[in-house]
């Protein structure tokens, strides 16, 4: 019998539910797991070692005595630290919410409690989401498990990482342009980037609002249908939520599907692709083939502008989204003494020259602009500065409106191609992970790094990746499976299907 | 000493823009749930989403959109089908959020107006255009002392979220007085819907000016930079500071000569203390709002269905209750207008009265030369008057039959409020009665054949010696009605 850590949750669920072990002992494994891990990964910004272990006694009792439980009965799940929790840290990984405890729980965070599942702590990210790498987080970078010199990915690094190293069998993560799939690929597990508004973003802290939304990764398709079950659904104090049926994932993700068509964009599988990368497409290809599958050629022909509408329409949103981060009401506010006593001295100095006297700032604005610039860091400013360039006058009609057309040609050409095939596939990434550092200095280079990921994000369908392969320096390689918007089921099913076949998941660092 | 410089009209047309925000009567705010009552202790009334906390989600209010459509129905806006929030981005700590959610190129309504008119004729009846009206949320309170080297700001987020209608007229109005008129018939329709209850000092009506004058130079056509009036707290603020603006433009147009274009729109601020409009600080204001729309909010969709339903059920506006009056009840123009502008529970009244009288003009005098006196004197609104409209038209049938005496009638109506009782209890109290003919001539036979002096008198040409009878009269009869007593005794001499 191979440890606790090393199980799927699927196999901790039927365990629990047979009470072959207690809520207790699968917390205590994975927080042990932390414990004796995370100094080297980094993946958790906060563990909540105490209340998870109360919460997992808590159901063992109300088990034990016949009452009910949740789907998510016993089993650990760690969240991003990008959804709010209310009365524990919320930092984003940001210096500007350092001490932030908010008031409230994000819905995800609800959901997930109201299931019974065990929430083990705050995994670590890009500050704001922003980045593919988590070198972005203002407290420290998360390491890739299966080399240690290597990042997770990102935004949502610490998540992928916590369940390929065994320190949480789920995780929730954001995927704003690949921020799920991009670091599941990286750490070689399973990460669902649902249809836009499928997972109520209310609570989660927001980058690009009309791109964010919240998934599962795990080690199976199995696994995150167990958890997308849970999180998804309607909420109306999401505007933007999607008032549609969830389907019960968990019960319907193992019933393979019949005559499924899958489009291969032949473009994604040539110039700029990592060889190793295209040679696991190519053998994954194979693998549906000898499943049935029917593959087809078929065109996106606006995918080679999503890259540049991406990063318009996200950081104009993000300008926007991280104004309220100010210092005013809540967050990180610069050293006032300080900063009154340094205008008095620039006053002073300009005495008797009007002209300069005026340019000092009051103390509000240098305030504002103070507390910013020290909660900020390198990443964010460039996007908020590029957003706000971008919506000023004069600029919007050319970056900003031309964006949300380009957006528009995107969308219709999934809708065109899901016209003739049910799944998109292909690789999720252009390269395996990449050493720590390797693209700090080159921001346009790490955004490249979203080729594949991003037009999922501007269409607003659901997206997968999924394990296919290793490089020869035993890297993972991710696969990336794209279906309708509210076909997640699809989606799981044919992941599914694709893992019976292969056995790339079962592999650990 | 401030001296109010008086509008030359020979030398210059002022222009007047209005733009007003005002205050829905909603439960809860704009975008939350959290309450909009006034008043309440600081930042009680409020949650993450009017707090502007990270990831809290902004849900529209119904209510709010639907007050919003009834009242550019109203106004005969065009309603379009499609509208969508946009965020109106700048730092201000009373705008948690860093940004206002507003509707910027889209909103809910447009192209509309208003009908204004002067019933003393200081202005010809015209009509106002209206631009557009549109929702957005309000912003906090801020009080702070930025005195140099202090900083001691204080916020109250109880506001911050308040769904707020702001409406843009076009720049059709030619003086102060049509400010004003435009102003009042716009807050007497907006409480005749129901939509605000337009209280200025709470904040739930706030007006800025737009100014500017235009001159006729050597046959040229010259205007005058646009100037913004911010901080006018009263209707009587909006006209003084428009009179104080269009001189101080001219002023400065024949000091410096500068024209629209010479320079950017600018801000003033009135200050009501010393009377004057000063310029703001533009350090901290933006002038570029980096509109987009809101990503957090789905655009709203109205079906010409929904319109018509509430176009339907719209109420009779001021300007057709005033028209009506005139036709339905013989008021005049200046009497409809009075009884409208009382608003429309006092509307009510009146026709109540005027029904169960059958008599308009007689309803319409006793309202407005009575009750009306009364109500102002008692500062009471009609709804808590002691006479009910069918004990005044009680009141009004006794006169119209004869009853009571139209000289009696304002003791009834005395004794009506002061015992809270009915006309015929009143005038028991009174001890009025009707006096029948042959009471009143043996009255006056009895006083002539007492005075013939008087008799005398009228008889030699000096008819007004009766008048001295009429006290006698009275004082023997109160009932007994003056000009009755006048004529019968005329009558008597005229036999002699
Ligand atoms: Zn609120």
Request: aromatic share 6%; glycine share 6%; hydrophobic share 40%.
């Amino acid at each position: 019998m191979s440890s606790l850590v090393e199980q799927t949750a699927t196999e901790l669920q039927r365990r629990l539910q047979a009470s072959e072990v207690s809520a207790v002992e699968v917390a205590s494994a994975f927080l042990d797991r932390i414990a004796s891990h995370d100094d080297k990964i980094g993946a958790f910004l906060s563990v909540w070692r105490e209340q998870a272990l109360e919460r997992a006694a808590d159901v063992d009792r109300r088990r034990a005595a016949g009452k009910p439980v949740g789907l998510l009965a016993g089993l650990p799940v760690a969240v991003k630290d990008v959804f709010c929790t209310r009365g524990e840290l919320t930092t984003c990984a940001s210096k500007m919410l350092e001490h932030f405890r908010p008031p409230y729980d994000a819905t995800v965070v609800e959901k997930i409690e109201a299931a019974d599942g065990i929430i083990l702590g705050k995994t670590n990210m890009d500050e704001f989401a922003m980045g593919g790498s988590t070198e972005n987080s203002a407290y420290r970078p998360t390491h890739n498990p299966w080399d240690n010199e290597r990042v997770p990915g990102g935004s949502s690094g610490g998540a992928a990482a916590a369940v390929a190293a065994q320190m949480a069998p789920l995780s929730v993560g954001t995927d704003t342009g690949g921020s799920i799939r991009q670091p599941a690929a990286f750490c070689g597990v399973v990460g669902l980037k649902p249809t836009y508004g499928r997972v109520s973003r209310r609570g989660l802290v927001a980058f690009a609002s009309s791109l964010d939304q919240a998934g599962p990764l795990a080690r199976t398709a199995a696994d995150a249908a167990l958890l997308l079950e849970v999180i998804a659904g309607h909420d109306p104090r999401d505007s933007t939520s999607a008032d549609a049926p969830v389907a019960r994932y968990s019960q319907t993700v193992s019933q393979p599907l019949e005559k499924l068509r899958i489009g291969i964009v032949r473009e994604h599988l040539g110039a700029g692709l990592h060889a190793e990368i295209a040679a696991a497409v190519e053998e994954a290809i194979q693998v549906w083939k000898d499943l049935g599958a029917q593959i087809q050629e078929i065109s996106l022909p606006h995918n080679e502008y999503a890259i540049a509408t991406y990063y318009i329409i996200a950081p104009c949103e993000a300008s926007s989204n991280l104004a309220r981060y100010d210092g005013v009401h809540y967050g990180y506010r610069t050293d006032e003494t300080k900063m009154l006593a340094q205008l008095a001295a620039e006053r002073k100095a300009a005495e008797g020259n009007p002209a300069r006297l005026e340019e000092i700032d009051t103390p509000l604005v240098r305030m504002y602009r103070q507390s910013r610039s020290e909660g900020f860091g390198a990443e964010v400013k460039r996007r908020v500065m590029l957003g706000a360039y971008a919506l000023s006058a004069g600029y919007y009609d050319a970056y900003y409106l031309k964006a949300l057309k380009v957006r528009r040609l995107i969308r219709q050409d999934f809708d065109q191609a899901f016209a003739k095939v049910d799944v998109i596939m292909g690789p999720t990434t252009p390269t395996p992970a990449y050493r720590l550092g390797e693209k700090a200095a080159d921001p346009l280079a790490s955004y490249l790094g979203d080729t594949y990921t991003v037009s999922a994000n501007l269409a607003g369908i659901c997206s997968l990746s999924t394990p296919c392969g290793f490089t020869q320096s035993g890297l993972p390689i991710g696969l990336q499976l794209q279906a309708p918007a509210l076909e997640e089921d699809r989606l799981l099913r044919a992941a599914h299907m694709y893992q019976t076949a292969t056995d790339w998941r079962l592999r650990r660092p | 000493m401030i001296t109010q410089p008086e509008e030359t009209t020979a030398a210059y047309q002022t222009v007047v823009g209005l733009e007003v925000h005002v205050q829905l009567l909603t439960q809860s705010k704009l975008f939350c749930r959290c309450s909009t009552k006034f008043g309440a202790p600081p930042n009680t009334q409020t949650c993450p989403v009017c707090t502007g906390m990270p990831g809290a989600l902004p849900v529209m209010n119904r209510e709010a959109f639907r007050l919003s459509l009834k009242t550019a129905i109203a106004l005969d806006l065009h309603i379009p089908q499609f509208t969508k929030w946009d965020r109106k981005n700048y730092f201000y700590p009373d705008s948690p959020r860093g940004y206002q959610i507003s509707q910027f190129d889209l909103p809910l309504s447009e192209h509309g107006f208003l009908h204004i008119s002067d019933p003393q004729g200081a202005f010809p009846p015209k009509k106002i255009r209206i631009l557009r009206a549109h929702l957005e949320d309000d912003a906090g309170k801020s009080l702070h002392d930025e005195a140099a080297g202090k900083a001691d700001s204080r916020i109250d987020l109880n506001r911050a979220g308040t769904p707020l209608l702001e409406i843009v007229s076009e720049p059709d109005m030619r003086s102060a007085q049509e400010a004003r008129a435009y102003l009042t018939e716009l807050k007497l329709l907006l409480t005749y819907l129901g939509v605000s209850d337009c209280n200025m000092q709470e904040g739930s009506l706030r007006v800025d000016a737009n100014v500017n004058i235009h001159m006729q130079v050597d046959g040229e056509k010259i205007a005058t930079p646009i100037v913004e009036i911010k901080n006018l707290n009263s209707f009587r603020a909006v006209e003084r500071a428009v009179v104080y603006e269009a001189q101080r433009q001219y002023e400065l147009w024949r000091e410096t000569g500068k024209k629209l274009g010479d320079a950017p729109k600018q801000t003033r601020g009135w200050d009501d203390q010393a009377q004057l409009t000063r310029a703001q600080r533009h350090k901290e204001e933006s002038s570029d709002y980096r509109y987009f729309p809101d990503p957090d909010l789905a655009p709203v969709l109205t079906s010409a269905e929904e319109v018509e339903k509430l176009k339907a059920a719209m109420i009779q506006r001021p300007a057709e209750l005033r028209s009506r009056l005139q036709t339905d009840y013989a008021l005049d123009a200046h009497d409809a207008d009075v009884i409208v502008n009382q608003g429309r529970l006092f509307v009510d009244y009146f026709i109540a009265v005027a029904e169960k009288s059958g008599s308009g003009k007689l309803a319409g005098n006793w309202i407005q030369q009575s009750v009306l006196r009364y109500l102002n004197e008692q500062e009471i609104g009609i709804g808590e008057f002691d006479i009910s409209a069918a004990a005044l038209a009680e009141m009004i049938d006794l006169i119209q039959s004869g009853e009571l005496a139209s000289s009696r009638a304002k003791d009834v109506f005395a004794e009506m409020l002061n015992a809270k009782t009915t006309a015929p209890e009143a005038m028991k109290t009174l001890g009025i009665e009707a006096v029948d003919d042959s009471t009143l001539v043996t009255l006056c036979q009895s006083l002539l054949d007492d005075n013939p002096r008087i008799v005398a008198d009228v008889q030699g040409g000096k008819q007004q010696a009766v008048g001295a009878l009429i006290g006698q009269a009275k004082k023997k009869n109160p009932n007994a009605n003056p000009s009755e007593v006048r004529k019968i005794c005329l009558r008597l001499i005229d036999a002699m």
